[in-house]
Every structure is written in C-alpha cells, then in structure tokens.
T-cell receptor, first 119, second 111 residues
Framework: DVKVTQSSRYLVKRTGEKVFLECVQD?????MFWYRQDPGLGLRLIYF???????EKGDIPEGYSVSREKKERFSLILESASTNQTSMYLC??????????????????FGPGTRLTVT | DAKTTQPTSMDCAEGRAANLPCNHS???????VYWYRQIHSQGPQYIIH???NNETNEMASLIITEDRKSSTLILPHATLRDTAVYYC????????????FGTGTLLAVQP
C-alpha cells in the first residue's frame, strides 16, 4: 500500500513563527502536492512539485513556500505564520505513467493531514 | 477545467446501493471523471476514475452517460463506514494532473 505520512497531526504555532510541515511518501512517486482545507471552501491547491527541486504554484501560494530536495519528501514552509493560515493541511503524491500518448498521472494518494492552529 | 455539480447531501440505508450523481456538462473530450471520498478527520481517498466507459473496482462502480455530461458513482452495498464526503472531479490529466476539489456530497449511511 502507498503510504503518505505527515510530520504532525496537530500543531499550534504563534503568529510570526516560521513553520515547517513535512510530507514523506514511500512509493517513489514523481508528483507531490500541498493542499489546505477550510470549511465551505473544499481543498485548495497551494503548491505542487513534479520532480526534485521543481515546483509550481497552485491556486493559493501567497504566504507559503515549498522545498523538495529529495524525491520522497516535500516540505511546506510558512515563512511568518498568520492567523488566517489556521487550517487543515493535506499532502498528496501521485505516480506518473509513461504511455504511448505521453505521460499521464491519475490517482492521488493523501496523507492524514496536519491541523495547524496559529494563535 | 470543467466544473462539476453535486448534491450537498444524501442519505442511504445500510446494505442498500448508494447512487451519487454528478453533473459535468462542460466536460471536454480528453477530460477524465474522478471520484474521491473523505471520511471525517482523514485525508481524501481515491475511489475510481473513467473517461468514456463504465468502470468497476473493488470499491465502487462508475457509470458515465454516453454524452459524458453526467456520471453516477455506485456503492453497491453501503455500510456505516461509507459515511463520508464524496467528491466528483473532472480533470484533463497529463503528467501533473492537478485536481480541483469542490465541496462534494455528504453521504450519510443510516443503520
């Protein structure tokens, strides 16, 4: 089974702190994603990475940065945490398959989430 | 990406089939239909996906209409553990396949 783990289930930080959320996957997947989930808004994509050291902004990248130094690990960084970043953060990974028509990626595998509270 | 429309909530009796509808009237020819679910306090879980043909796996069946403007996820024998929010997503795929999650359907399986 694919396993995606996140460093903490619950985290409480103070406004202005630098926060690191870690995500590790054990299936050698090329793609990794960071989402946040808020009531009534569904999941929103913050950043994703399609290879080591490669990243692209998602829909709501402001206030966040990411790092992918190794294929299995994708970190989300809040440079200076603010109360509006209180949320559930979800990491996901997905494999890339080479087909005759090109490369495809289908299902994403999610971690259990980190509930971050910024006070 | 095409958008989807799902009912906000549905009920289903335990042991009966749960049929969850999804409208995606603006889907384009190369876009897939994906279904995920999220049980309370857990990360989303992939269920199934399809392009044109109906699909079945150990979790569910996916029925896509011939015009591809709507689909139905079928859980053949719902259990209490199937109570979750179910998301229908349309995506073009490609190597990175970014998914856009809406607010989904809350399926409540009743004993």
């Amino acid at each position: 089974d694919v396993k995606v783990t996140q460093s903490s289930r619950y985290l409480v930080k103070r406004t202005g702190e630098k926060v690191f959320l870690e995500c590790v996957q054990d299936m050698d997947h090329e793609n990794m994603f960071w989402y946040r989930q808020d009531p009534g808004l569904g999941l929103r994509l913050i950043y994703f990475s399609y290879d080591v050291k490669m990243k692209e902004k998602g829909d709501i990248p402001e206030g966040y940065s990411v790092s992918r130094e190794k294929k299995e690990r994708f970190s989300l960084i809040l440079e200076s945490a603010s109360t509006n970043q209180t949320s559930m953060y979800l990491c996901a990974s997905s494999p890339v398959i080479g087909l005759a028509g090109g490369y495809r990626s289908y299902e994403q595998y999610f971690g259990p989430g980190t509930r971050l509270t910024v006070t | 990406d095409a958008k989807t429309t799902q009912p906000t909530s549905m009920d289903c009796a335990e042991g009966r089939a749960a049929n969850l509808p999804c409208n995606h009237s603006t889907i384009s020819g190369n876009e897939y239909v994906y279904w995920y679910r999220q049980i309370h306090s857990q990360g989303p879980q992939y269920i199934i996906h399809g392009l044109k043909n109906n699909e079945t796996n150990e979790m569910a069946s996916l029925i896509i209409t011939e015009d591809r403007k709507s689909s139905t996820l079928i859980l053949p024998h719902a259990t209490l553990r199937d109570t979750a929010v179910y998301y229908c997503i349309v995506s073009g795929g490609g190597a990175t396949n970014k998914l856009i999650f809406g607010t989904g359907t809350l399926l409540a399986v009743q004993p």
